[in-house]
């Protein structure tokens, strides 16, 4: 397990890296446009900075856009100042939460992608998120949302996290008496003997490094820097988690490198997949260190039908990923197609 990991998180996430890492999933964006052909209005809800809000004002759709955090409306505020005043004029931005706003406008769609869901952390603002959508969306208007599906058993998998987590802990606590009795052991045996075998040793490693060039040794410690930097690992982070990272992508722009990593942390027994994304920036010979949590509160696809019904959608359908292939029990993404009926009214 690797040391703790001694960075504080980043809040409110930087835009510029929250750009890099969610990019979707395959395809979202030629879906969404597919499921909004025939609409005049749509409303996306966590909007960010325009990813799928863009492409739907370029093909011609009234889309406002809602989100809670100013520099992603901010961002998307600069992006839309440089487009056509044809696309402009059909762009609304709205600054709120997506579980409590009232807007006087209804609308033929309401999206909500890419897991925007699950940043809600309980299921009362779950739920009143989705009795949002279904006040806003005109008669036979229709909600569409994609997440990834999480249907675990949770008593085993919260055990397994249990059980990882002390392993850890043991882990290092043993790693530490190692290291304390291997202290112990070299002071009582510091004698000649330990010193003439360590000039030797030192003597071989003095010849063994002067048969390698000095750009070779160079080249050789900039990839072991290089490796060092962006590897994963276990680390306990500032609130106390164990965290596993595994490097997710290395980015080049002139003399700033910048290393990701992914991790996330399961908790079942509270229906919490939190992710969290370190960033490993290196520019002008300075590195920093950036982590980033995204907490996040995931649905059984039962436990979602059943709210959206409860709030008076009827279901059109559940899909296993965004070419609609009919959804089954263990399938990695669950997209929700729900409509609000002619007949009906808001609460």
Known sequence: MSDPLNVSFSDPYDVSLYQITHRGNAGDIAFYRRVCRGAETVLELGCGWGRVMLPLLEAGHRVTGLDLHPDMI????????????????????????MSAFS???????VLIPYN???VLLSESAQRACLQRAFDHLVAGGELWLDLYQVDLDASSEEAEASEEQTFAEEAE???EQTSAKEAEVWGEHNDTESVEASEEKSHAESAE?????????AEASEDEELWERSRGGSFFLADGKLVTFEPLASLYEGERCVDILEGRCLEPSEQRWDAYYLYRTTEDGVESEQVYAIPQRYLHQAQLVSMLEEVGFVVGGCFCDLHKTPWEEGDEMLVIQAIRPRSSRAV
Do not use: K, M
């Not at 901010?74 to 762009?91: G, I, K, M, V, Y």
């Open 116 to 118: 925007g869901l699950y």
């Open 74 to 97: 901010a961002a998307l505020q600069q992006r839309l100042s440089t487009a056509p005043d044809t696309l402009r004029d059909r762009a609304s931005l709205i600054l709120a939460d």
């Open 173 to 175: 606590a043993s790693e």
């Open 209 to 217: 490094s002067s048969d390698v060039g000095v750009d070779e040794r």
């Open 103 to 109: 807007l006087e406008q209804r609308f033929d769609r």
